[in-house]
DNA sequence: TCCCTCATAGAAAGCGCTTGCTAAAGGGTA
DNA sequence: TACCCTTTAGCAAGCGCTTTCTATGAGGGA
């Protein structure tokens, strides 16, 4: 039916053996076979039996990129720079690598899910980008997958993601709580002392980190935070709409509003304008991430530029073994403050 | 080293073939031994493996979902929608599906690449999505490739996507002509007589069709377009931006201006407002598909919704066998116009 | 001239799973 | 009791590749 090695051997007058080593290039074979044998691959349309040769060779050419929202950009840039590092040229058996990226929704089930997957398909390596969920038997279960994992000869790289003890793992970690701190530093700076908060979702770490970070601006500027200051909600804008009304009915009297990630400070904006208020005269605005749409927002949204496709094109490199780990196997990549129109002085 | 089925068959007293089947569900088993079996699994935390179950069994539980940028949430909602339709149960082998999202980066090398790879992995379907590149050879080529997928078992579903005549793929393709033509003639409902046009990559169906519903908008009304009022770009931003300025030094009278898509139209909005000019009052601005940031545009966008979630889950369940096919292997989906305040009756 | 080395190619033994076929048991029927 | 189903399980032959080990031939040094 399909063409196997042995056509190929047939028509080029070889063993399989020599074949195989041609598409492999990892063993001498004279130049004059291995043109017969590219020949004969080419007149046939040969396609390599993946399956087949990843059962022999015991590994296989897949890499794994895991993101909890395919449809977030925050993750998509990061994806594309992974991808683009690792696929290409590079895989065994003459080919390239097959980067994929495996959306898990945000859900911890499905996270595991596509880890054994993953694990059952030989992957070569395994990339997880975005915050962890802070569940301990969760957590204690993909420690345990991972360390199967690396045990089992795949590279793992924690990308945006906090290291994970005793896996093996290599973690670029975002400083979310140094950019969370220095928004707010930056927003105390104009005179701000009433601050509301949008946090995402309280189990994420990325969530607390965050969250630290403004806290720990307050406490040094010795603002003491008022209940009702802090909202929790999801990392997308209908959540930040309603975060701040929410907001604004606990308390009317506050003059900036800093939400979890770009996508949620615009749906402040939102609420905020259809409240009357005016941005940044009224009330300012910070966002978190930079991502592209974030510049467009009108007035521009102040924010903290996270390094998504250098920290992602990193973890690429380092998950295919073109790049040192960071000592210790873990890095931090700190953001930077971006000042826009969206934050100004407080009213009165 | 690794456990094995015949790990897990000496564990539970049985064949590893007897084991195979409890995994496979696919053949009677005794419930005492199923479970004697799936006790062991447990206890010996067996994982399969998949390069070697797909070899025997000549096909795997890999479904590929190209797309043409990653980092662009038109492909992330549509992958997304896929993604979640045909991961889960109902892989072979007691397993999941593996739904994996490869970035071609809009490349037509890359797309053809990535086609091999899955092929090579033996994919048991194949999505693909975005407009095609209109370039003969490519075309042919990919056509070819989209044969031989199907001829081997693969199923193969383009969503959003022209329809690829004899390849015995299914396609579920935008109406962008009709889409591209209900939005012009809406701003010519206005009172719009000269409209500038900024289109994608000349070289995309997308592009074209778009353009060419435009065309028949301005033609259906007895419009005459001048030349200098369509310029080409890419699908981003920055695109917009550049040509927006391009649009107004060429001809400043225009009063309105249709994007190729969201991120266009936002592009231009920047220009425009930067050159002095209000949207809508002294500039219209058009853009198309409705994503989700085209709402927090001030003013929102006028643009074509397309139901790229709707789409996208469809194409997933006839990529899995879990809905029939339209009639004759193609559909056309619709958008639909959504009218918001970036959109008004010309000045003077 | 002989032997040894180096370069290249082949033989064959798996890799771990699936599945067609066969076998064994249990139960109903004549 | 003999016979034949039906149900359940095992045997064993691959699936198409990789790789170790072995074989062969051509040079080159002594």
Redesign the interface.
């Known amino acids: 039916m399909?063409v196997t090695l042995a056509d190929v051997a047939a028509r080029a007058q070889v063993s399989p053996a020599t074949v195989s080593r041609v598409l492999n290039g990892n063993y001498p074979v004279a130049a004059s076979t291995r043109e017969r044998v590219l020949r004969a691959v080419d007149e046939l349309d040969y396609?390599?039996?993946?399956?087949?040769?990843?059962?022999a060779a015991a590994t296989?050419?897949?890499v794994?990129i895991l993101v909890n929202?395919?449809?977030?950009?925050f993750?998509?840039?990061m994806?594309?720079a992974i991808?683009?590092e690792i696929?290409g040229p590079g895989g065994r058996a003459g080919?390239?690598r097959?980067?994929?990226?495996?959306?898990t929704?945000g859900s911890p089930e499905?996270e595991l899910?596509?880890l054994?997957?993953?694990?059952?398909?030989?992957a070569a390596a395994v990339v997880l980008t975005g915050g962890a969920v802070e569940d301990a038997p969760h957590q204690a279960a993909v420690a345990q997958k991972l360390r199967k994992l690396t045990e089992?000869g795949t590279r793992v790289v924690l990308c945006g993601r906090p290291p994970a003890e005793d896996t093996g793992a290599i973690a670029l970690t975002f400083d979310n709580r140094g950019g969370g701190r220095a928004l707010t530093e930056h927003l105390i700076g104009l005179g701000h002392r009433r601050l509301g908060y949008i946090a995402g979702p309280e189990e994420r770490t990325t969530t607390r980190h965050r969250l630290e970070g403004h806290r720990a601006a307050l406490a040094a500027a010795g603002i003491e935070e008022e209940p009702g200051w802090t909202v929790y909600g999801r990392y997308d804008?209908r959540s930040g709409y309603e975060a701040t009304l929410e907001l604004l009915r606990r308390d009317p009297s506050l003059t900036a509003v800093v939400a979890a990630n770009d996508?949620v400070a615009?749906?402040a904006?939102?609420a905020l304008?259809e409240s009357g208020l005016r941005i940044p005269e009224d009330v300012s605005v910070a966002g978190f991430d930079d991502l592209?749409?974030s510049i467009?927002?009108?007035p521009a949204l102040t924010t903290v530029r996270l390094p998504l496709a250098e920290a992602g094109a990193r973890a690429g490199r380092i998950a295919m073994g073109r790049e040192e780990p960071p000592p210790g196997g873990i890095a931090t990549v700190r953001g930077e403050l971006m000042v826009r129109g969206s934050s100004g002085g407080p009213r009165d």
């Open positions: 399909t396609v390599l039996n993946g399956p087949a040769s990843a059962l296989s050419d897949l794994g929202d395919i449809a977030d950009p993750f998509g840039i994806a594309s991808q683009s696929g080919g390239e097959l980067a994929v990226v495996c959306n929704g499905r899910t596509y054994t997957l993953l694990q059952r398909q030989r089992a804008r996508s615009l749906g904006c939102a304008r592209p749409f467009d927002a009108v």
